[in-house]
């Protein structure tokens, strides 16, 4: 459901933003002066980035929220930011001292986990020095990430959030609401809770709540088809990359296979031809010395042998 239109009840924005801000350890709200939903924030020409916050609110103090429901993650801490700065921006009028920047609390309600590492309920976002990370620079702009994944995961029950107002608040957003038992016992336990579901009622009927809420869903749908469709075409592509690689690998083992055999066989080819060579060179020995020198056949017989034996010994060792 579209909680942020559902919201726009002063009381019931207060409790939750109340229970909010005592979980995250922030002050509470006072009053609030002013709430609208589908706030633009515009830039001063044309050609500047627009933005529509789901929710906007400015206390009696002159602290200012924006509430939102995200089910798309991409970019979400650029939007954060832009959307931060330019509420901001709306209430800093020229000659304002820079310490009277009004603090800006940017509170998304999220169906994902910012990161992969890690599933905190809430993931806080703060401005702070790279070289001591636990040191803020600066308090006026803070984003929170309320990750519905890890209070959906911890919180299955009713009777699970009851005495945590906080709990309780999304424990609504996230199930109590599609229950009527639930719905009326929640509705019981405060101001807020039975605003809130006493406007519910009001807008089951409402066309374009509904068309929202539609819009919503048609998003979530969306997104996990994209997210399938991402997953099988990088498991396409790794398989492709395996096959390709396997084959370079073999294509690689079988050259150098073929050299190592190559190698070998040369090398037995160079020795055959170097053992030829030099038997044919003893028989040339052989038949001068029997022409010149006029030897027995004994006598050749034990000179080819020892000739030969001395050929062969290189090999040898």
Do not use: C
């Amino acid at each position: 459901m579209y909680y942020p239109i559902l919201l726009k009840s002063g009381t019931a924005m207060k409790e939750f933003l109340n229970s909010f801000l005592q979980y995250a350890g922030e002050e509470p709200i006072d009053e609030i002066l002013s709430m609208r939903s589908e706030y633009p924030v515009m830039g001063d020409s044309a050609d500047q980035k627009n933005g529509r916050l789901d929710v906007r609110v400015k206390s009696e103090s002159g602290r200012l929220f924006d509430v939102e429901v995200q089910v798309e993650k991409d970019y979400m801490n650029e939007r954060s930011f832009f959307y931060g700065s330019r509420m901001g921006e709306d209430e800093f009028p020229p000659g304002t001292p820079y310490n009277k920047m009004p603090e800006v609390r940017i509170i998304n309600l999220v169906d994902f986990y910012m990161r992969d590492d890690r599933s905190y309920l809430v993931e806080p976002v703060v401005l702070s020095y790279l070289n001591n990370p636990g040191e803020l620079a600066t308090e006026k702009i803070k984003i929170y990430y309320i990750q519905m994944p890890t209070f959906r995961r911890e919180h299955k029950t009713l009777e699970s959030v009851k005495g945590n107002l906080f709990f309780t608040w999304l424990y609504l957003f996230d199930r109590g609401y599609q229950n009527p038992e639930e719905m009326e016992v929640i509705s019981r336990m405060t101001e807020g809770l039975m605003n809130f579901a006493k406007r519910y009622n009001y807008s089951i009927d409402d066309p374009d709540l509904i068309r929202r809420y539609r819009m919503i869903e048609d998003g979530k749908r969306d997104i996990a088809t994209k997210i399938s469709a991402a997953v099988e075409k990088a498991e396409r592509e790794t398989a492709k990359r395996v096959e390709l690689e396997t084959a370079q690998r073999v294509e690689r083992e079988t050259a150098q296979r073929v050299e190592r055999e190559t190698a070998r066989r040369v090398e037995r080819e160079t020795t055959q031809r170097v053992k030829l060579e030099t038997i044919q060179e003893i028989e040339d020995q052989l038949e001068h010395i029997m022409r010149v020198k006029g030897l027995d056949e004994d006598q050749i017989a034990e000179y080819t042998r020892f000739l030969k034996e001395k050929a062969e010994e290189p090999q040898n060792q």
